[in-house]
């Protein structure tokens, strides 16, 4: 793959991850890209690395536009592994001496990481850097999504490079929204439900400091997938709905099931639900992944948790669902749970608690049943689907 000059003098050079299917937790069915960039001007800048193992074939880009070693700058944005993981074997190809740039954190950080004596240069919120004609402004952005995390953006273009923010988990052919459309957008919702959203106050704050700065934006490269170009607005506005977290008309039932009694009870919720008119689907926890399951939690008003008990305890996918979702912590939801039991019939209360530990208003006690749903038990869950659904309403 060759760069792609972006604008006159500078260059994605990013690779693609076409094979990686799990980061770190996270399902990637379409693999993702590591997105780094060269600005040449009167002095040189790379902008972020990539993973460890994808190091030479970045160095081999740079080759195909430069000498490596007249890079002057290395600019780091962030310390996690996708994005600086190639910095040792670029360090020595450009030459170890290369001042680094990053922020105060990243210094920290980079330092444990690596154990290197790198020219490390920390900069300060607002710091910049010029390199002839053009200038790079560094903006911290602290816990977006590491304690590292900074922006920097070009002035003269009118270009932020954003490093995780605005990203999606994307390895198509496009690398420009106008060239992929309204497609991108359930990738970047996904990212944020699954990365930026614990931090979406600080995102709402992050908006409003780019505002009061008056930064104009034409172009915002994240670290991986496409770029925004068409329109930067649409992405920004995505965010701040997305962080604001207002609850649509919407549940997702999420379940696992031993022998299908959980299962009959998540669709008669399901069909009361939509008895209602609340979009509600079904996600049984060995079909879909958890990260799938948050995507569709980001918007939804509605969360309904079921579990079959299993040794006096969750049902193991349950758990490790529940565990998940706590840490990124969705906001402004209400709960419910339910499940079968053969003999004890913990699960229920055990949900229970782990949703009224996300501060999830729980509208029900929750319906548990022994054994097989009869007529009886399917109806209750029917009625408990409605109960939500109006719960919705109000
Ligand atoms: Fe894409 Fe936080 O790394």
């Given at each position: 793959m060759k760069p792609l000059?972006?604008?006159?003098?500078?260059?994605?050079l990013g690779v693609v991850d076409?094979?990686?299917?799990?980061m770190h937790g996270y399902s990637t069915p379409d693999g993702t890209t590591y997105n780094a960039f060269l600005i040449v001007d009167e002095e040189i800048a790379l902008i972020d690395t990539t993973k460890k193992d994808f190091a030479d074939e970045l160095i081999d880009r740079i080759s195909q536009i430069?000498?490596?070693?007249?890079?002057?700058y290395v600019i780091s944005n962030h310390t996690e592994m996708d994005h600086s993981g190639g910095l040792p074997r670029v360090m020595h190809r450009i030459g170890e001496d290369k001042p680094l740039y990053c922020s105060k954190m990243g210094f920290k950080n980079l330092s444990r990481h690596f154990r290197q004596k790198w020219n490390y240069q920390p900069v300060e919120d607002g710091g910049e850097l010029s390199l002839g004609k053009r200038t790079l402004s560094f903006i911290e952005t602290r816990m977006?999504?590491?304690?590292d995390s900074m922006f920097t953006y070009v002035k003269e273009e009118r270009?932020?490079?954003?490093?995780?923010?605005?990203?999606?988990h994307y390895a198509g052919p496009s690398r420009f929204d106008d060239e992929i459309g309204e497609a991108i957008m359930p990738h970047a919702a996904k990212y944020f439900a699954n990365i930026l959203l614990p931090y979406a106050p600080r995102i709402l704050k992050l908006v409003e400091k780019v505002k009061k700065l008056g930064l104009a934006l034409d172009m915002i490269c994240p670290d991986h997938g496409i770029i925004w170009r068409?329109?930067?607005?649409k992405i920004i506005n995505a965010y701040v709905e997305w962080s604001t977290?207002?609850?649509?008309r919407k549940a997702v039932v999420v379940y696992d099931t031993m022998w299908h009694s959980t299962e009959k009870m998540a669709e008669a919720i399901v069909a009361g639900l939509g008895e209602e008119g609340v979009e509600a689907r079904p996600m049984h926890l060995r079909s879909c992944h958890r990260s799938d399951v948050m995507a569709e939690v980001l918007d939804a008003g509605a969360v309904v948790v079921g579990s079959p008990t299993l040794n006096n305890g969750l049902f193991p996918t349950v758990s490790d669902f529940l565990t998940y979702m706590k840490g990124l912590r969705p906001k402004n939801k209400i709960g419910a749970a339910f499940g079968s039991y053969g003999w004890s019939g913990e699960a229920v209360k055990l949900i229970n608690k782990e949703l009224e530990a996300m501060k999830f208003e729980l509208i029900d006690p929750g319906v548990k049943i022994q054994y097989v749903p009869d007529d009886q038990g399917i109806e209750a869950c029917y009625q408990i689907g409605k109960k939500i659904a109006q719960a919705l309403s109000g």
């Open positions: 000059e972006i604008v006159k003098d500078i260059y994605w076409w094979n990686i299917r799990d430069m000498d490596p070693r007249k890079i002057d977006l999504h590491w304690p270009l932020l490079f954003s490093s995780d923010a605005f990203g999606q068409k329109d930067t607005s977290q207002k609850p649509k």
